[in-house]
């Protein structure tokens, strides 16, 4: 019974929080929160840093949604440039009366 | 129950401290910052006039227009990722730690969030009550640091923006640059359209409404609006100057009277005088709202009395 009472990485330690993700029982030393929840050291890895496939594509993704934020501003500026040349002259003349 | 939230923890700080704090970070901030901000902005304002000067000449092609559409929307996306890097100095020299900036992501972020602005930003002005949230949205967007997850970014942008809205609102009133373009714009285009719309109008009508026109705009952005008349003398003082023959007058009045490029010039004056300011508060602002859940306004203190030691 002892070993579940004991720290995985400090035998010598009393067990203070359980991993919610691989379940080990750890020590204070080897628990630290994140998210509001207390993860040891190689479960809180994975959670940060995320698997290199999902990283890619998140890439690709941002890089799409940007190429679109792009073509947004040129057609923006492509339909104010043929307002501009359509407008009245008496548009670009400030004469309030 | 006592409520023991102080004002500031309720409301945020004054604006008028905030604004005041702003000027002391700019100050205190080593000119490299400032000038980062104006070698990103001031290429788009100079492309901005140059393509309003060419563009209300309407003797160009569709595809010369696309060009010229090309090059500033290019110049508008290396601005929006300047300032993001500005918003990063500024937040380094406020809480002296070196973060690294990993800059593709930033311009990335930057380019995909930013161009939805310019056609949210119009819309929400013209429903009018969401335009200080959305506003504040974009101007935190700018603000923000590039590290965090996407989702959670999304998430702390919406926070901050919805949080302290009076401070908000007061800030964008007095500094936002977006409603002193829409006071010279209101100024510029209504007369014109009244007149078109009734041509037979009375001149005492067209003066009261022109009047009008002019009353709301200085009272919907004052700070900008009295920028913009200081601007608008000094350029005509110095058009006077150089004579009505010069190409640089004729592009700038038409019959004598200041022409719509002469509007643009004297708004990209006054953007690039009141834009660092805001950035500074929104830059501020963040800090403040972080501060409440990391402490980070005393680690910064610590930090500093630590390099000071």
């Given at each position: 019974m002892t070993g579940q009472n004991k720290c995985r990485n400090h035998p010598g330690r009393d067990v203070v929080a359980r991993c919610p993700r691989c379940t080990q029982a750890l020590c204070r030393e080897c628990v630290t929160e994140h998210d509001n929840r207390m993860l040891c050291e190689s479960c809180l890895r994975t959670v940060i840093q995320p698997t290199a496939p999902d990283s890619k594509r998140k890439n690709v993704a941002m890089a799409a949604v940007a190429a679109a934020g792009c073509l947004l501003v040129w057609l923006f500026f492509l339909a104010t440039a043929q307002i501009l040349a359509h407008a009245p002259a008496a548009f670009h003349r400030f004469a309030p009366w | 129950m006592v409520n023991t939230k102080t004002f500031d923890q309720q409301h945020g700080r004054a604006t008028t401290a905030l604004i005041d704090e702003s000027g002391q970070l700019l100050r205190s901030a080593p000119a490299g910052v400032l000038c980062l901000y104006f070698a990103a902005a001031v290429p788009f304002t100079a492309g901005l006039v140059f393509f309003w000067a060419i563009m209300i000449r309407s003797n160009h092609s569709i595809w010369f227009a696309a060009a010229a559409a090309l090059v500033l929307?290019?110049?508008?996306?290396?601005?929006?990722?300047?300032?993001?890097?500005?918003?990063?100095?500024?937040?380094?020299?406020?809480?002296?730690?070196?973060?690294?900036?990993?800059?593709?992501?930033?311009?990335?972020?930057?380019?995909?969030?930013?161009?939805?602005?310019?056609?949210?930003?119009?819309?929400?002005?013209?429903?009018?009550?969401?335009?200080?949230?959305?506003?504040?949205?974009?101007?935190?967007?700018?603000?923000?640091?590039?590290?965090?997850?996407?989702?959670?970014?999304?998430?702390?942008?919406?926070?901050?923006?919805?949080?302290?809205?009076?401070?908000?609102?007061?800030?964008?009133?007095?500094?936002?640059?977006?409603?002193?373009?829409?006071?010279?714009c209101a100024v510029m285009t209504m007369p014109p359209l009244m007149r078109?719309?009734?041509?037979?109008?009375?001149?005492?009508?067209?003066?009261?409404?022109?009047?009008?026109?002019?009353?709301?705009?200085?009272?919907?952005?004052?700070?900008?609006?009295?920028?913009?008349?200081?601007?608008?003398?000094?350029?005509?003082?110095?058009?006077?100057?150089?004579?009505?023959?010069?190409?640089?007058?004729?592009?700038?009045?038409?019959?004598?009277?200041?022409?719509?490029?002469?509007?643009?010039?004297?708004?990209?004056?006054?953007?690039?005088?009141?834009?660092?300011?805001?950035?500074?508060?929104?830059?501020?602002?963040?800090?403040?709202?972080?501060?409440?859940?990391?402490?980070e306004d005393l680690h910064a203190r610590l930090r500093r009395i630590r390099a000071g030691s």
């Open positions: - | 929307s290019l110049l508008f996306v290396w601005m929006k990722i300047g300032q993001n890097l500005y918003c990063c100095r500024l937040r380094q020299h406020l809480t002296g730690r070196r973060d690294t900036v990993d800059i593709l992501r930033a311009a990335c972020i930057q380019t995909a969030i930013q161009p939805t602005g310019i056609l949210t930003l119009p819309i929400c002005l013209v429903i009018a009550l969401p335009y200080g949230w959305a506003c504040a949205f974009y101007q935190h967007a700018t603000a923000m640091n590039s590290r965090a997850s996407d989702s959670k970014q999304l998430l702390e942008l919406r926070q901050h923006a919805m949080q302290w809205p009076l401070q908000n609102h007061a800030v964008t009133w007095l500094l936002s640059p977006a409603l002193t373009i829409v006071g010279v078109l719309i009734n041509p037979a109008m009375p001149l005492a009508l067209q003066v009261a409404t022109s009047m009008i026109f002019i009353v709301v705009a200085v009272l919907s952005s004052p700070v900008g609006m009295l920028m913009g008349a200081n601007f608008s003398v000094t350029l005509l003082l110095l058009l006077s100057q150089t004579g009505c023959d010069s190409p640089i007058a004729s592009a700038l009045l038409q019959a004598g009277a200041p022409s719509s490029t002469f509007a643009v010039i004297v708004c990209c004056l006054a953007y690039l005088c009141m834009d660092p300011i805001v950035k500074a508060c929104y830059v501020l602002r963040g800090h403040h709202i972080r501060s409440g859940v990391t402490a």
